[in-house]
């Protein structure tokens, strides 16, 4: 009430299922960076605009970490997506987006169960593209709002991050490679969000991994491709070159059931 906040982050802490134990994690609230904040301008409420890189790194996209403002949600006509997972981020995200006044209480308030079989992240596989779904209305909604070159990197830096998250839990290799698909066609990727100079990117070796991710799957998309042929075609030897003593073929993760065509 004292500080009008649209929006309260706190932190929290891991139930593990299996063993009944408790475990301490760091992004659910990065603290240190408010504070540090804090300290420099004697901050007790911000906004996106007095961290627009960090915005989306401070804390995790669940709203279980936040206590929205009613009003502030209706006026902005802010809800959940009908997505079977990752339902929440786009209600989390842009309410930190459009919050006047954000504060933080730096307690876990929250015990977060894990390991199990029964929430929506644990069947990622079977609908792998939420994710990028969620993205995509989020990134929609700041360019339409104007604010998406304001906090570019940190949406990108979050965007790079739960793709490296996702893609990690998803166990199905099909999947997978439909979520990069996903991606590698989504708007954001067309406007040129993978195409920035590297030091735009807050994490790099995320950034580096999903790029990596795209052109594999683009290789995989032009070889089914072309193994899909109807007509004849031939591959003809080129006449030798004095200049070349050997040809080495390495092949790359997870292509080994091509190797058969190399």
Partial sequence: IQTHADVII???RQYIEDTGEYREVSHYLRSHLL???QLKKQLKVFSAADIPDDIFYISNPSPWTKAFKADFIQNHQLSFQELPNTNDLFFSYASLAFARHITWIDKQLVNYRVRSTSNTQSKLYTAPTCFICAYEKLYELLVRNGLFSALARSFTRAMLSTTIYCLNSI????????????LSCSKMVADGLLNQPTDFYLNRDDYQTVLAYIKGVAWREKHERTLALT??????KKSPQNDIAVSVIIPIYNIEKYIGAC
Avoid at 171 to 178: V, Y
Avoid at 231 to 236: A, H, P, R, T, V
Wanted: proline share 0%; net charge negative; no cysteine.
């Fill in 10 to 12: 706190f932190n929290a």
């Fill in 35 to 37: 504070n540090e904040k």
């Fill in 171 to 182: 166990k199905s290799e099909e999947a997978r490679f439909e979520a990069i698909s996903a």
């Fill in 231 to 236: 007509e004849k075609y031939s591959i003809s």
